[in-house]
């Protein structure tokens, strides 16, 4: 039986936190603000360059005084100068392209680059994934892609990792799937730390997806657990 629900989904509210942190002034603004965190989202992935190494996005919002809202957006990534530009003329486009086009009238936002250390790079699964779409697009061969991908993984700390890359494979006519795992992988376990993402090669002969699955290891306390040792040590 094929896994259907995404891992990281899966464990959001028991190990995972929530990417989008915030409450709406009032009941009906909630789809448009989830419709914006999407856009802003989308724009954000668009808008960076790949060699980046683009995570994953955060976004807060505080209410102000005049009914608006503070927004703080946290762009994980692998090279944060790329994001910041020169003298943070990237980072003051984007803020201000975000305002034009998402927010309303009186809402602020502030962009934050978030630098992932190159030694927790390999522990990421997106920047896994990214790394072999971006060989896959220079011709490498996807066996020894996917190998050598492992092998830093595991090397990193990983208990296990397991990739799959499909679609016309070394330009064969029919598309197949072909995936290497090592290590531990134990995906239905919630107290598990499951990492995990999809990306796409665009290559010569079609576009070849690539997914990546990292488990980190087991989580000492889930978040209800770190909540109730929180209150209680705050007695």
């Not at 190494?53 to 976004?59: A, D, G, K, R, T």
């Not at 919002?61 to 503070?70: D, G, P, W």
Request: glycine share 8%.
């Amino acid at each position: 039986m094929g896994q259907k629900v995404n891992p990281v989904g899966m464990r959001i509210g028991i190990t995972k936190d929530w990417n989008s942190r915030w409450f709406p002034n009032k009941k009906q603004d909630f789809p448009v603000l989830v419709n914006q965190d999407v856009k802003i989202r989308e724009y954000i992935t668009k808008k960076l360059p790949r060699e980046c190494y683009l995570s994953h996005i955060e976004i807060e919002r505080k209410k102000t005084s005049n009914n608006a809202y503070f927004i703080k957006i946290f762009v994980y990534v692998g090279r944060p100068g790329l994001v910041i530009g020169e003298k943070g003329a990237t980072v003051k486009t984007l803020e201000s392209e975000i305002a034009k086009k998402f927010l309303a009238k009186g809402d602020v936002v502030k962009v934050n680059a978030v630098e992932i250390k190159p030694q927790n790079q390999n522990l990421d699964a997106r920047i896994v994934a990214l790394k072999i779409a971006q060989q896959l697009e220079a011709r490498a061969s996807f066996r020894i892609v996917q190998k050598r991908a492992l092998q830093d993984v595991r090397k990193a700390g990983a208990k296990g990792c397991k990739t799959a890359v499909s679609g016309r494979l070394a330009g064969a006519e029919i598309a197949r799937t072909e995936g290497y795992k090592d290590g531990t992988m134990a995906i239905n376990t919630l107290r598990s730390d499951i990492d995990y993402a999809c990306e796409e090669a665009m290559t010569t002969y079609g576009k070849l997806g690539v997914k990546v699955w990292i488990c980190r290891g087991d989580n000492a306390l889930t978040i209800e657990e770190k909540e109730k040792d929180a209150a209680k040590k705050g007695e």
